[in-house]
């Protein structure tokens, strides 16, 4: 991809990371429009259907969405290792193209299950191999987290966005927007060069030093002789003709694997147990008469999701990263257990007609927004931060299959108790407050600090100890897509 010699390195790699974003806002369209569309095809006068849907049948649309999600995550990091994560995330925007199609051409409730299917792959795979690429391509750790931040709040818009498209815009132009969004990033993403870190893994020198090029905005024949930019090409290399001596593939204990397995589940899993998608696709049950109309309830919970991950944006990059999770988990679990109070006893309290109308839909809309700032974008950033290349991908990939199959069963639970009244509410607002409490505590002795930390103190600090040796030795290693020495 051709483009002008001022154009720097970083501005590249933003470039790069807001296409492939697409993929995110793509799923999130996917998932806002989805709680009006279940009520459409159960219309038997504006059903785009030629059969009008039951409930039931509504019911698995969500279902089907994680359900598929967790078969995407579960084969995009060997994927990724094996064909590159460029040509993974290309599979999935095709993937979303024909999700769009699917609900365009639909006139069966199949047909429907299908869109959600395909749709549901290319974002399982997406939110696990993007980070990857984000990390592969920045030029540095920093560069990286504010990258990789910016990914919850393309996933925000989108659900933003499809809520409002859902509720007031016809439905044939909803599909057309969402295959033009899909159709700009299989048409963009081309384009943009594959990671340098997976032409390292296939020994390919001439294509390695392309991409890094490329991403390190080295357009001039004479910037090739940069100082910065001889040394990052100099140690892929030595990367490249002395594997066997760095940190990266030397043999790792099975106490320091533990503890980057629990980690690696800790973030993913409990970012989804904390209820942000089964509150939003069921955000009509969890509010009931509360609040303003069913539509405005689902736009303030949506807009936010979008101000917490603003927020993350803007913040998260310059705050230490476990007093960030923890905060942020302990807020959002306040909000949710003040919620389960109120359903539970609320009857009993003498609040005030605003109160009792209105404190719902905020307690709600606090939650999710605390959750947008914290444990969502940092799910990615600390599991990025903390575990070895060696391990991520494989690792994120097989926890973050675990956390869309419990969101699964979550939701197809809720479709079986589904019911306005608190006692079938308050189990699973308990069960999103606990999962936030522990996320919060459990971070304080389990995570190290990652932010403006070199990588070998965060893995001593895990208990990594070379094989053979009482310290962690000197060399100089490639470690989730950045150059880092450890002493």
């Known amino acids: 991809m051709c483009l002008p010699k001022r154009v720097s390195g970083?501005?590249?790699?933003?470039?790069?990371?807001?296409?492939?974003?697409?993929?995110?806002?793509?799923?999130?369209?996917?998932?806002?429009i989805t709680?009006?569309?279940?009520?459409?095809?159960?219309?038997?006068?504006?059903?785009?259907?030629?059969?009008?849907a039951d409930p039931t049948d509504t019911a698995l649309l969500t279902g089907y969405l994680f359900l598929s999600a967790a078969v995407g995550a579960a084969l995009s990091g060997c994927l990724a290792l094996r064909i590159g994560p460029k040509s993974v995330l290309l599979c999935c925007g095709l993937l979303q193209i024909f999700s769009w199609f699917c609900i365009h051409f639909g006139f069966d409730i199949v047909h429907i299950y299908a869109s959600r299917i395909f749709g549901g792959v290319a974002a399982g795979a997406a939110f696990v191999v993007l980070p990857i690429f984000i990390n592969e391509i920045a030029g540095n750790r920093d560069k990286a987290a504010r990258l990789t931040f910016t990914i919850e709040l393309w996933r925000t818009l989108g659900i933003l966005?499809?809520?409002?498209?859902?509720?007031?815009?016809?439905?044939?132009?909803?599909?057309i927007v969402g295959c033009i969004t899909s159709c700009a990033f299989s048409l963009c993403f081309p384009f943009v060069q594959e990671s340098p870190h997976y032409y390292l893994r296939k020994g390919d020198v001439a294509c390695l030093e392309k991409?890094?090029?490329?991403?390190?905005?080295?357009?001039?024949l004479d910037d090739r002789e940069k100082p910065e930019y001889l040394l990052e090409l100099a140690e892929f290399k030595a990367q490249l003709k002395d594997q066997g001596k760095s940190i990266g593939s030397s043999p790792l204990s099975h106490c320091y694997v533990v503890r980057l397995i629990?980690?690696?589940?800790?973030?993913?899993?409990?970012?989804?147990?904390?209820?942000?998608?089964?509150?939003?696709?069921?955000?009509?049950?969890?509010?009931?008469?509360?609040?303003?109309?069913?539509?405005?309830?689902?736009?303030?919970?949506?807009?936010?999701?979008?101000?917490?991950?603003?927020?993350?944006?803007?913040?998260?990059?310059?705050?230490?990263?476990?007093?960030?999770?923890?905060?942020?988990?302990?807020?959002?679990?306040?909000a949710v257990a003040a919620l389960a109070l109120f359903k539970q006893f609320g009857h009993n309290w003498t609040l005030g007609i605003w109160c009792e109308r209105y404190l719902p839909i905020v307690l709600l809309a606090c939650q999710l927004l605390f959750i947008s700032f914290g444990p969502y974008p940092l799910a990615a950033v600390i599991s990025s931060e903390v575990i070895p290349t060696k391990l991520h991908d494989l690792l994120y990939s097989i926890a973050s299959a675990f956390s869309w199959l419990l969101l699964f069963g979550m939701i197809e639970g809720f479709n079986a108790v589904k019911t306005s009244l608190s006692p079938g509410l308050l189990p699973y607002l308990l069960v999103f407050a606990a999962a936030s409490i522990f996320v919060g505590l459990i971070s304080l002795p389990l995570l190290p600090e990652t932010r403006n930390r070199r990588l070998s103190a965060v893995q001593r600090e895990l208990g990594y100890v070379e094989q053979g040796a009482r310290h962690v030795a000197k060399t100089t290693d490639i470690i989730n897509g950045h150059i880092a020495t450890h002493l």
Not at 37 to 47: A, F, G, R, V
Not at 161 to 175: E, K, Q, R, T
Not at 304 to 315: E, P
Request: include cysteine; glycine fraction near 8%.
């Open 161 to 175: 966005s499809g809520i409002i498209l859902g509720f007031y815009v016809s439905y044939d132009y909803v599909n």
């Open 211 to 220: 991409s890094l090029r490329w991403y390190r905005g080295i357009r001039d």
């Open 35 to 52: 709680p009006a569309h279940m009520t459409l095809y159960e219309s038997e006068i504006k059903t785009p259907l030629n059969v009008v």
């Open 262 to 334: 629990c980690v690696s589940f800790l973030l993913t899993v409990c970012a989804k147990m904390s209820g942000v998608f089964v509150e939003l696709n069921y955000a009509a049950d969890f509010l009931g008469r509360t609040g303003s109309s069913i539509q405005l309830n689902y736009l303030i919970l949506a807009s936010a999701q979008c101000v917490g991950a603003l927020m993350a944006r803007l913040f998260g990059p310059h705050l230490p990263r476990k007093l960030l999770l923890c905060l942020s988990s302990l807020l959002a679990a306040t």
């Open 10 to 32: 970083a501005s590249i790699q933003s470039v790069s990371t807001a296409i492939g974003n697409l993929l995110c806002f793509n799923f999130g369209l996917i998932f806002g």
